[in-house]
């Protein structure tokens, strides 16, 4: 299946996420768990792989009904999906949680977590991020 970018923005603008987890009992640099993940049943699960063909990166995951296509590794991150959707614009509210998920992505680059003030300002642009969705 080949997929075209602007079908991949709209379907994103529906079915995408953009999310940072935070675990409070770990170290810092363990405890940031950047993701981007598209979600579908598991009767389209066909689409998730053509995701994952396209960006050739991330993992497609499933439980009962629900697929999900997931990319969690900061470089792919970086390196593949933060350019296409800056390439890519989104249109709707996805667009504003996408800038807040490529900041707190180039501040963990930079290695900003290492500090408090940095720790804190990504938890906070975190929350933010969390409650455009």
Not at 13 to 36: D, K, M, W, Y
Not at 91 to 111: G, N, V
Request: aromatic share 10%; with cysteine; glycine share 6%.
């Amino acid at each position: 299946m080949k997929l075209e970018t602007q079908w991949i923005v709209g379907f994103v603008e529906g079915t995408g996420c953009f999310h940072v987890s935070i675990n409070p009992n770990l170290e810092a640099r363990q405890s940031l768990l950047p993701e981007f993940s598209v979600v579908q049943h598991k009767k389209n699960v066909q689409i998730l792989y053509a995701l994952k063909t396209y960006f050739c990166c991330g993992v497609v995951q499933g439980d009962g009904n629900v697929m999900i296509y997931r990319v969690r590794n900061l470089n792919h991150l970086t390196k593949i999906i933060i350019p296409f959707f800056e390439k890519h614009l989104l249109k709707t509210k996805q667009r504003i949680a996408f800038q807040k998920f490529r900041t707190i992505l180039l501040k963990m680059e930079r290695k900003e977590y290492l500090t408090v003030e940095g720790f804190e300002k990504i938890k906070t642009l975190s929350k933010d991020l969390d409650a455009n969705v």
